[in-house]
Nanobody, 124 residues
Framework: QVQLAESGGGSVQAGDSLRLSCAASGSPFSSYNMGWFRQAPGKERQFIATITSSGSSTVYTDFVKGRFTISRDNAKNMVYLQMNSLKPEDTGVYYC?????????????????WGQGTQVTVSS
């Protein structure tokens, strides 16, 4: 069992930066690949980025490449999403998810645990 708690969301202007954090507790954090997903109003949850359990590999969706960076600190049981050059279309609730290390996908329905989400609002 893994408990996840996101933080760091807020309301910013286009072009600003935010750093989201996700604190994990419970089962060994290093046993899980981690991902960030976003849900905009009226839309389905969509994949943003994922990182392997060791932190050695990452994958990003095309519309955040070059702007967002996912990272993790296994010693602190934390995963982060650094978001730069934010755009209004980045607005939504951001969720972190945990997926056992034996799987590594970008499909949200294959993640085992989720946090409660943190709201990000970007104004033009």
């Amino acid at each position: 069992q893994v408990q996840l708690a996101e933080s760091g969301g807020g309301s910013v202007q286009a072009g600003d930066s935010l750093r989201l954090s996700c604190a994990a507790s419970g089962s060994p954090f290093s046993s899980y690949n981690m991902g960030w997903f976003r849900q905009a109003p009226g839309k389905e949850r969509q994949f943003i980025a994922t990182i392997t359990s060791s932190g050695s590999s990452t994958v990003y969706t095309d519309f955040v490449k070059g702007r967002f960076t996912i990272s993790r600190d296994n010693a602190k049981n934390m995963v982060y999403l650094q978001m730069n050059s934010l755009k209004p279309e980045d607005t939504g609730v951001y969720y972190c998810g945990a997926q056992h290390w034996t799987r590594w996908t970008i499909r949200g329905d294959e993640y085992d645990y989720w946090g409660q989400g943190t709201q990000v609002t970007v104004s033009s």
